[in-house]
């Protein structure tokens, strides 16, 4: 069952930070700050991460009537916790030392460490499945399908926010559907456009070929004359390109590009043997 609960966070064995705070859950990272040569010669800073550990304790919300264990937090959505300390150690000024990191290109700056913590005593609200341990205890822990929530904001926030995601949701969806008829109507026009161009194309092609048949059936006596060296397709340029394995010849390097079949005999063109002719 997916309960909500809002209360007061508290441990019995919390975990005491160095500035005094106590808090049940504690990460500290160390990252090391350093200067480094880049390509064009020019220092620019940089960091790694050196350290990052991580504790949690046993703990619970307490509502004024009663408290509630919570477990997992960690991986709940909405868990922010409070920099509790932020510290920056400077790097020792050993000549040694700075001398073999110049040699390597870096110029060490120091250690930057930070401590978060979840702190005893702070409003939370936590959205998840309550369940009954062997002993009787009710924890909130979570579940294995639904919302998991460990936030300092209060449910009509939570509500709120997740009203803007779906409504985010909502105009995403609606936008990558608009988006997706636009592809498909261009694709089916880019479509009806090739297959238009290519039936003119046979068309042409068609009747050009009627009529070259037309002109040899005649007996014309010379081909400079009527045109029958002419390229079938654009009707300008000598055709010069065998079609393989039909063996026709009727169109120009031009034209034979845009062919997938012989525009005499419709067979599948396999290959085009260039001819010359002197």
Same mark, same amino acid.
């Given at each position: 069952?997916?309960?909500?609960?809002?209360?007061? $966070?508290?441990?019995?064995?919390?975990? +005491?930070?160095?500035?005094?705070?106590?808090?049940?859950?504690?990460?500290?990272?160390?990252?090391?700050?350093? /200067?480094?040569?880049?390509?064009? &010669?020019?220092?620019?800073?940089? *960091?790694?991460?050196? =350290?990052?550990?991580?504790?949690?304790?046993?703990?619970?919300?307490?509502?004024?009537? @009663?408290?509630?264990?919570? $477990?997992? !937090?960690?991986?709940?959505? %909405?868990? $922010?916790?409070?920099? !509790?300390?932020?510290?920056?150690?400077?790097?020792?000024? *050993?000549?040694?030392? %700075?001398? =073999?990191?110049?040699?390597?290109?870096?110029?060490?700056? %120091? $250690?930057?460490?930070?401590?978060?913590?979840?702190?005893? @005593?702070?409003?939370?609200?936590?959205?998840?499945?309550?369940?009954?341990?062997?002993?009787?205890?009710?924890?909130?822990?979570?579940?294995?399908?639904?919302?998991?929530?460990?936030?300092?904001?209060?449910?009509?926030?939570?509500?709120? +926010?997740? &009203?803007?995601?779906?409504?985010?949701?909502?105009?995403?969806?609606?936008?990558?559907?608009?988006?997706?008829?636009?592809?498909? !109507?261009?694709?089916?026009?880019?479509?009806?456009?090739?297959?238009?161009?290519?039936?003119?194309?046979?068309?042409?092609?068609?009747? !050009?070929?009627?009529?070259?048949?037309?002109?040899? *059936?005649? @007996? *014309? +006596?010379?081909?400079?004359?009527?045109?029958?060296?002419?390229?079938?397709?654009? /009707?300008?340029?000598?055709? +010069?390109?065998?079609?393989?394995?039909?063996?026709?010849?009727?169109? #120009?390097?031009?034209?034979?590009?845009? /062919?997938?079949? #012989?525009?005499? #005999?419709?067979?599948?063109?396999?290959?085009?043997?260039?001819?010359?002719?002197?």
């Amino acid at each position: 069952m997916v309960v909500t609960i809002f209360g007061r $966070v508290g441990s019995d064995t919390p975990i +005491n930070c160095k500035n005094g705070l106590r808090g049940v859950i504690v990460e500290e990272t160390a990252e090391q700050h350093f /200067l480094k040569h880049n390509d064009a &010669g020019s220092w620019i800073q940089d *960091s790694v991460l050196m =350290l990052s550990m991580s504790k949690e304790v046993p703990w619970y919300l307490d509502d004024g009537t @009663g408290h509630v264990y919570v $477990v997992g !937090a960690r991986g709940a959505t %909405g868990l $922010v916790l409070t920099v !509790a300390s932020e510290v920056f150690e400077e790097s020792g000024r *050993s000549l040694v030392r %700075g001398t =073999l990191d110049y040699l390597q290109g870096l110029k060490m700056l %120091g $250690v930057k460490r930070i401590e978060r913590v979840l702190p005893t @005593g702070t409003s939370f609200t936590v959205v998840g499945e309550a369940v009954k341990d062997d002993i009787g205890t009710i924890r909130i822990q979570r579940p294995p399908k639904g919302p998991f929530y460990v936030s300092p904001k209060s449910i009509d926030q939570l509500i709120a +926010n997740l &009203g803007k995601q779906a409504r985010w949701y909502k105009y995403s969806s609606m936008g990558f559907t608009i988006f997706g008829v636009y592809l498909i !109507a261009k694709h089916a026009i880019q479509y009806i456009i090739e297959r238009r161009r290519r039936w003119d194309l046979q068309r042409r092609v068609l009747a !050009a070929a009627a009529q070259r048949s037309g002109q040899d *059936s005649e @007996g *014309s +006596n010379g081909k400079a004359e009527n045109g029958s060296d002419k390229c079938v397709i654009c /009707l300008e340029q000598e055709y +010069n390109a065998v079609f393989v394995p039909c063996g026709h010849m009727c169109c #120009c390097t031009s034209c034979f590009s845009h /062919l997938t079949n #012989c525009p005499l #005999c419709r067979r599948r063109i396999e290959q085009i043997v260039r001819t010359f002719r002197h």
